[in-house]
């Protein structure tokens, strides 16, 4: 079963505005993992954020993580017609010996 | 600096047949992840390799094993193959076994006829 369940399955927005995903899961973690994908290829690593950390930013990403809610959030500012793909967290923890466990993935669609 | 390659790209098999596939992990990296992303299940774990050992197994019949090779590179055996293993499988590489990022290839993409 996928620990990770993410919020809105799918979300359409105009190019320039912000997009937000959320992410919940059950266990604890040791780390949580973005990632993109477009179109049924390889993921793209985005962020890691560790269990011990609140936020994290890349250029136009801004990571958050609520361990006491068991939940994360992804923001896209300024978004691209680029930034259309799928994006998904995936958990990691002290007992899963190396298994990413995957969320069922948000689809974003910025339109130009 | 490369990322992690995978072959072939895409892969047409009939029922009962076995497939190999393959990664070339990033250099410097030890550990190779397998992943199944079928349509309607989401992304599966399927094995963990570190060092040349198996190190976890996901929720699959035994029929899916691998190896990983002296050069961290891996294989990805499926025998007997069913409709249902048509997916795309991704390997992912990561600098060691204690949490950090896993980047992944860009897949192959297999049908099952």
């Known amino acids: 079963s996928q620990q990770g369940e993410e919020d809105p399955q799918a979300l359409s927005i105009q190019e320039g505005e912000n997009a937000t995903m959320n992410c919940s899961y059950k266990t604890s973690i040791n780390n949580l993992q973005w990632y993109r994908q477009n179109s049924g290829r390889g993921l793209v690593h985005l962020i890691l954020i560790r269990s011990n950390e609140r936020e994290k930013h890349s250029g136009r990403l801004r990571v958050t993580l609520d361990t006491s809610k068991k939940s994360s959030s992804l923001l896209i500012t300024a978004s691209r017609a680029a930034d259309t793909a799928s994006y998904f967290c995936a958990t990691g923890s002290g007992t899963s010996y190396g298994k990413l466990t995957f969320g069922q993935g948000t689809i974003l669609t910025v339109h130009p | 600096e490369a990322g992690v390659t995978q072959s072939p790209t895409h892969l047409i098999k009939t029922r009962g047949q076995q497939v190999t596939l393959r990664c070339s992990p990033i250099?410097?990296?030890?550990?190779v992840y397998w992943y199944q992303q079928a349509l309607g299940l989401g992304l599966q774990f399927l094995l963990w390799y570190d060092e040349g050992e198996e190190r976890n197994r996901g929720n699959f019949p035994p029929r899916f094993s691998g190896r990983q090779f002296p050069n961290y590179s891996s294989e990805l055996n499926v025998n007997a193959l069913e409709l249902e293993d048509s997916a795309l499988y991704l390997c992912a590489s990561s600098l060691d076994r204690v949490g950090n990022e896993q980047f992944f290839g860009p897949g192959t993409r297999l049908t099952v006829l």
């Open positions: 250099s410097g990296h030890t550990s």
